[in-house]
């Protein structure tokens, strides 16, 4: 027994009058209230927690928070399973079910750990140099398997997410002392203030002390307003002082009810000033086997023993850098622990006299090696020039020294610098927008603290410069006079926490298992920025991002590269500071509000009567409408064939609706429009081309005039919303002197569309104004109707080729329309049609779809509309680009009809014309094709080189290694002369 | 994210807005030769500093504007109206 439970008053956060049951690995292992999973686990002496993610090493608890390196464990049952998760982050909850990660088939036994053994074969880079031939894909399969830490559950996540903005004047990151002293001085200044701390409890990282001053800044904050959120963590700064912190309401591995619960909230804080009170890291140190469970942070087991009421060992060495190893001594002492040594690698003369108070310190020392693989057994200490001694002990604690946490400062674009005596990057001067304090600027006295945080909240509230960080001693110009050397509190320590020349293995990374020798040969092969030696060992990557690594990394890099450590520099430190889930990004844009579908005014009325819904776009549309046993295809061929013979009920009112009002709306229309709009009468329509300034087809449609000032304009279902942002960019950015007001209508009005050669024997029967009829109201116009009182647009249009009449109508009064009229279907013989037989009907007639038979490089010559433009002569969106030198080139793609040679094999949309199989240089390829029911063959679109000189030539048509034979026809496939939608 | 100024609705986030790109182009005639009409259609500054550039309030108003944009700091220096002239910056 080395870790234990100490009797109280130790163990401020936890309730022992409370046991908590939980499970790890299968084992019925008890705790307290208040216990985090590290804690508890301590606490039952569990030593090996984990097996190292790249040599399988045993791994135990190595810190106390976020920056935990190998604590990983897999947490929670069923779908709510989360992988990977900080044992040091959980807290424990009757049942909670928690496995060791990286292991097979047990953490004590595990097979895989036989690559330890083979470790000198796995350096830096290994996988790079060695999975290279013939293909790294050959290998990456068995790789990625192998690779990885935990599982996750395999299922979706039954839980909620959800997005609050929030806005404030100066928002504080950090609940410790610094935080609070800033959000009172900047409440006291009358500037809305926010708090976010990370942790359940404010105080920071010496909250367990329950220390009164913090205790009463806290309530005087909460007097003052002060906005304070626990349990948020700030992940993020971004542009514009836009913080992004996660709160998390049920903690990973919680039992929830089922249907799920509310378990993050993402708050996007957008502040006029920000001040990040972070704190800092303990710097781990570096020695041979310092990976060994047992090993930890000299910070964490103290926080473990007066937090927890945790001893995570009984007999203790301290590795030491820093003045806060005899501190951390001291308070283990008064916990009853028994404390051997501070083993402090600084000479004697860098050793403040007054720090060792009893404790024993071997000064100019070294540990040089360790005993024990799944826990510690003791441990060599090596005074540099002296004799080895041999300490038994079953803890070794680091105190490297710190990294203030300048994570937030140093996204928001602050410079850092290095503070040579105390061995840490601290911030150069303020980052935009934002300043730091306390132990993250620099300041780990906590006086010096304090005043300084309250000088800053209150300078920032006012819309001041903030002052400078009592930091960097006399030699700086900054404070020099007001502040004497040392005010900053950090101690002195040195850059390197190791002894070079020691062999053994000394990780530098213990997440990704990178050891010194590792960035040596880094620096070798001239991988010697920090940017390349993180990509190329691995350091600083994982769930802890390098937070106790990163400093020893780069110093170890400057000693092999002869640097100082400023010049060897961090990496860059992006969003986030920890992991966040992806639920938590995608809130709630999942399911059906992912991507919310647009719904028909009449989808009831549709569902009712057999619809096979599809996604079109955003639109569920009916495809069809089969009967009991048809195919989708099969009811599409019935449905074409009605619509041609008798008539057909259609609702097409996904059709993009425009309304143009103003006195420039004709010349308006002209300028964008292939067609001229302006000579149209009042009543009359025209079929229009929208191009882009390149000359590109973007949209077609059907323009008709309701006034002298008022156009009705038909756009494709997908382009209306694009058509109309393009019109607004025109009106306001280039012609806006034009008076032209444009109203998009697409949802307000329905679209009932009745084709065939009896549509109007069907309308006039179901009541419609005899002067719709097709005598007096010719194909391609409009009149302005009402039936019963309801306004109709009724447009003499047809995209079947048929008599067509598109009834518009308010959309509120399409199921009622559709009722009434489908009344009178069986008279007809008719039959509702669907998206799909209108495709069917329109590539009969040779009717484009914009995006399926044009793309990109379309223009409107290669559709057949060359005359057209050659009749305007005035300028139009995309005009100039049609006089260019490719514009005019014979050997453009053109549309052209296909019919199959055998007059039976379908021409697969996509499959490529050729002469010869691929590979060769394709002429054009298919892009509409569907069996005419009319014709009772295979008919298809396509863009061909050259197409509109080929008609009646023989072409290959190749898909997947067959080829089929095609002749070019010139559409349309039916009534060429275009007689039936007269009637 | 960024946080714009519409004039017409005052400060919202950038996922309000849809950036058109440059600003003060000129739209040659149909006369223009092949050179100049490609330019006006290919060829955009690509500024380290100050981009003159025009938005549009696709979830608000709905109208466009002008901003005088850091393309390194992101610092808005100056939001004015789709017809004024470029400002005179520092």
């Given at each position: 027994m080395s870790a234990q439970r100490l009797k109280a008053p130790a163990g401020a956060w936890i309730d022992r009058s409370r046991r908590v049951t939980f499970t790890f690995n299968g084992v019925r292992l008890t705790g307290f209230q208040g216990d985090t999973l590290a804690a508890a686990l301590l606490a039952n002496d569990v030593r090996l927690v984990g097996r190292s993610f790249k040599l399988h090493r045993p791994r135990g608890i190595y810190s106390c928070g976020i920056e935990e390196p190998t604590g990983l464990v897999d947490v929670g049952r069923g779908a709510r399973r989360t992988a990977n998760v900080r044992a040091t982050l959980i807290p424990i909850h009757e049942n909670l079910v928690a496995q060791s990660v990286n292991c097979w088939p047990s953490v004590g036994w595990d097979l895989a750990a036989l690559i330890g053994g083979f470790a000198a074969l796995l350096p830096a880079g290994f996988y790079y140099k060695t999975f290279k031939w013939p293909s790294w894909h050959l290998f990456e399969p068995t790789i990625r398997r192998m690779a990885g830490l935990g599982r996750g559950s395999g299922q979706s996540d039954p839980d909620r997410y959800e997005e609050v903005a929030a806005e404030t004047d100066v928002l504080i990151v950090g609940g410790g002392v610094a935080g609070l002293s800033a959000a009172v001085a900047a409440a006291q200044a009358g500037a809305k203030t926010t708090l976010l701390a990370s942790g359940a409890i404010p105080g920071g990282a010496l909250g367990w002390r329950g220390d009164v001053e913090a205790t009463e800044l806290l309530e005087k904050a909460r007097r003052l307003g002060v906005r304070l959120h626990s349990r948020?963590?700030?992940?993020g700064i971004y542009d514009h002082n836009l913080v992004c912190a996660c709160e998390t309401i049920m903690p990973d591995g919680s039992d929830a009810a089922s249907g799920g619960v509310l378990r993050e909230r993402l708050w996007k804080i957008r502040a006029r000033a920000v001040i990040a009170a972070t704190g800092a890291f303990e710097r781990p140190m570096v020695f041979p086997d310092n990976d060994r469970p047992g090993v930890m942070l000299a910070g964490a087991a103290e926080k473990y023993a007066h937090a927890f009421g945790v001893a995570c060992g009984q007999r203790v060495v301290i590795a030491a850098n820093s003045d806060s190893a005899y501190a951390v001594a001291k308070s283990l002492r008064d916990v009853g622990v028994n404390v051997?040594?501070?083993?402090?690698?600084?000479?004697?003369?860098?050793?403040?006299?007054?720090?060792?108070?009893g404790v024993r310190a071997i000064a100019g020392a070294a540990i040089g090696s360790v005993s024990g693989t799944r826990a510690v057994r003791g441990c060599t200490v090596i005074p540099l020039g002296g004799k080895p001694e041999r300490l038994q002990c079953d803890l070794i604690l680091s105190a490297g020294g710190h990294a203030p946490t300048v994570h937030l400062h140093s996204q928001a674009g602050g410079k850092l610098r290095w503070l040579d005596e105390s061995a840490m990057f601290v911030p150069d001067g303020p980052a935009p927008g934002m300043a730091s304090v306390g132990a993250c600027a620099g300041v780990f006295s906590r006086g010096a603290a304090a005043d300084h945080a309250a000088e800053v909240g209150n300078a920032l509230a006012r819309g001041l410069a903030p002052p400078p960080a009592p930091i960097g001693g006399a030699s700086d110009e900054r404070v020099r006079g007001t502040m004497g050397r040392g005010v900053s509190g950090a101690g002195r320590s040195l850059p390197g926490t190791h002894v070079p020349g020691t062999p053994g293995k000394q990780f530098v990374d213990l997440q990704n298992d990178v050891t010194l020798d590792d960035v040596a040969l880094a620096a070798r092969e001239n991988y010697r920025s920090v940017e390349h030696l993180k990509r190329y060992?691995?350091?600083?990557?994982?769930?802890?991002?390098?937070?106790?690594s990163n400093i020893n990394a780069l110093v170890a890099m400057g000693e092999c590269t002869e640097r100082e450590p400023a010049q060897v520099g961090t990496t860059r430190f992006r969003p986030p500071f920890s992991p966040v889930t992806l639920g938590l990004i995608a809130g709630r844009r999942v399911g059906a509000l992912y991507r919310p579908r647009k719904h028909l005014p009449a989808h009831a009325w549709h569902e009712a009567h057999g619809a096979w819904f599809e996604d079109f776009g955003d639109w569920r549309r009916p495809a069809a409408y089969p009967l009991a046993g048809e195919s989708l295809e099969a009811a599409a061929q019935r449905e074409t064939a009605i619509v041609r013979k008798t008539a057909g009920l259609f609702d097409g009112s996904p059709l993009g609706k425009l309304e143009v009002f103003g006195p420039d709306a004709a010349r308006f229309l002209d300028l964008m429009?292939?067609?001229?709009?302006?000579?149209?009468?009042?009543?009359q329509a025209r079929y229009g081309l929208l191009l882009n300034e390149n000359g590109t087809v973007m949209d077609d449609g059907i323009v008709a005039r309701l006034g002298e000032q008022h156009y009705w304009l038909n756009t494709s279902s997908a382009g209306v919303d694009r058509t109309a942002a393009s019109f607004e960019e025109w009106l306001q950015c280039e012609y806006v002197d034009f008076k032209v007001a444009v109203t998009p209508v697409t949802s307000r009005w329905a679209n009932v569309t009745v084709a065939g050669p009896r549509a109007w024997d069907w309308l006039a029967a179901a009541?419609?104004?005899?002067?719709?009829?097709p005598d007096s109201m010719k194909h391609m116009t409009l009149r302005e109707s009402a039936l019963d009182g309801v306004p109709l647009r009724v447009l003499r249009a047809s995209f079947s080729g048929e008599l067509g009449y598109e009834v518009n109508l308010p959309a509120d009064h399409a199921s009622a329309l559709l009722e009434r009229l489908w009344a009178y279907a069986d008279r007809y013989g008719a039959a509702l049609y669907g998206v799909e037989a209108l495709q069917v009907m329109r590539v009969e007639k040779g009717y484009i779809h914009i995006g399926t038979d044009t793309?990109?490089?379309?223009?409107p010559g290669d559709i057949g509309f060359a005359r057209a433009m050659d009749r305007k002569a005035a300028e139009f969106v995309g005009r100039r680009s049609l006089l260019r030198p490719a514009a005019t080139d014979p050997d453009r793609l053109q549309l052209v009809g296909l019919t199959p040679a055998d007059g039976k094999t379908l021409l697969p949309v996509g499959a490529q014309i050729a002469a010869s199989p691929p590979p060769a240089l394709t002429e054009g390829h298919v892009t509409s094709s569907y069996l005419s029911p009319e014709l009772g063959r295979p008919v298809a679109l396509a863009m061909l080189t050259r197409g509109s000189q080929r008609t009646g030539e023989r072409v290959r048509v190749h898909h997947l290694g067959t080829t089929i034979e095609a002749d070019v026809v010139k559409p349309p496939f039916i009534d060429p002369a275009g007689k039936r939608v007269h009637g | 994210m960024m946080q714009l100024n519409c004039p017409w609705c005052g400060p919202r986030d950038e996922n309000e807005f849809a950036c058109g790109g440059s600003s003060h182009i000129a739209r040659p005639g149909l006369a223009a030769s092949d050179q100049v009409w490609g330019e006006y259609l290919f060829f955009r500054d690509n500024p380290k500093g100050v981009h003159r550039e025009r938005w549009r309030h696709v979830q608000g108003c709905g109208q466009w504007f002008n901003v005088a944009r850091h393309t390194v700091t992101h610092e808005v220096l100056s939001v004015y109206a789709v017809t004024d002239a470029p400002p005179k910056l520092g």
């Open positions: 948020t963590m700030a992940f051997l040594a501070v083993v402090d690698r600084r000479p004697p003369a860098m050793i403040r006299a007054d720090s060792c108070d060992t691995t350091t600083g990557m994982g769930t802890d991002q390098g937070k106790t429009y292939v067609g001229t709009m302006s000579t149209l009468a009042v009543g009541g419609f104004d005899p002067a719709l009829a793309d990109g490089t379309t223009l | -």
